[in-house]
């Protein structure tokens, strides 16, 4: 790797993590919104940097310069119990992988124990599906190239338009898009990259690049906290040990799930639902219903029984 590529991965991941910190990227906030309080704002900022992602990837394959497309996976029951592992791990974690990296932004420690979690839970000798290939994205990448680029430009006339541009690109559903462009950089500089995928990696000794994965996670987490900062949300959360250990289980059956999918939200809903890959999309589905199913239990429960 050129020093000009290690220093656009490290960048990406760190500019990566400020996105997520500001952004609305959390599956189990964006569940809980559309359930508790009838707002999409949440789901529809991930839907929209899903597109740009799949529009980006449409843009670098005609460019020829993505040299090595997202795998593909055969969709089968497995694929199933890990989505269901993914959202209830995500549940009791009270946040997705993504809304982890967020809240160690914000100076809740605690949640620095889900990485390790879900590293733990890597470490379980669950074998992963063999991928079936690494087919184009698209058999027309033309076909989503063209109305991307209208998107582009139009999400871009607006930045010029706004009276700060900066403020403006900080408002949470930009700031998700920004974590969509970082997706891309990574990819091209070192190949798809997710953090989870690393800590998966790191755990099952797959990867030579063990250092390269390892840095770019610091920097990832490094990069929420000094969006934290900017923000002014950095505070100190004292851990409780009942929260280290809801993050430890909830992390570690994420972990699990995300081998049996494999993959989890960040790379599935980032890169597999506009790939239109099944396994994504199944996955990406059950973790969903999951998610939604356990909130309404929960308020069930809580609800106090009528005289």
Same mark, same amino acid.
């Given at each position: ?96 992988? %993504? ?16 990485? /390790? ?25 033309? !076909?989503?190239? /063209?109305?991307?680029?209208? !998107?582009? /430009? ?5 930045? /010029? ?16 898009? @920004?974590?969509?462009?970082? %997706? ?14 690393? @800590? ?29 900062? %900017? ?41 597999? !639902? ?19 199913? @356990? ?13």
């Amino acid at each position: 790797m050129t020093p000009a590529l290690l220093i656009l991965a490290l960048a990406s991941a760190a500019m990566m993590g400020l996105a997520i910190q500001r952004g609305a990227t959390c599956m189990v906030a964006a569940v809980d919104a559309a359930i508790i309080e009838r707002s999409y704002g949440r789901a529809l900022a991930l839907g929209e940097a899903a597109l740009w992602v799949g529009g980006l990837l449409a843009v670098t394959q005609l460019a020829g310069v993505l040299t090595m497309p997202p795998a593909l996976y055969r969709a089968t029951a497995l694929t199933v119990a890990g989505g269901v592992l993914l959202g209830f791990g995500a549940w009791i974690n009270r946040a997705c992988v %993504f809304g982890a990296v967020a809240r160690i932004g914000s100076g809740q420690w605690a949640w620095l124990a889900t990485p /390790v979690g879900f590293f733990l839970g890597c470490l379980i000798p669950i074998a992963k599906p063999e991928a079936t290939g690494h087919p184009a994205p698209f058999a027309n990448a033309a !076909l989503i190239a /063209v109305p991307f680029g209208a !998107l582009a /430009v139009w999400r871009l006339v607006e930045v /010029v338009r706004a009276p700060g541009a900066l403020a403006h690109l900080w408002h949470p559903h930009r700031a998700t898009l @920004l974590i969509a462009v970082t %997706f891309v950089t990574t990819m091209l500089s070192v190949g798809l990259w997710a953090y989870t995928d690393a @800590l998966a990696a790191i755990a099952k000794a797959m990867d030579v690049r063990i250092g390269l994965r390892g840095a770019m996670v610091v920097a990832l987490l490094a990069g929420s906290i000094l969006g934290g900062w %900017f923000a002014g949300k950095i505070r100190w959360v004292p851990p409780t040990l009942d929260d280290v250990v809801r993050c430890l289980v909830g992390g570690a059956l994420m972990g699990a799930g995300g081998l049996l999918v494999p993959g989890t939200n960040d790379g599935l809903i980032m890169v597999g !639902l506009p790939l239109l890959q099944p396994h994504a999309w199944i996955a990406v589905t059950t973790m969903t219903l999951t998610i939604a199913a @356990l909130i309404l239990l929960a308020r069930h429960v809580r609800r106090p029984a009528v005289a």
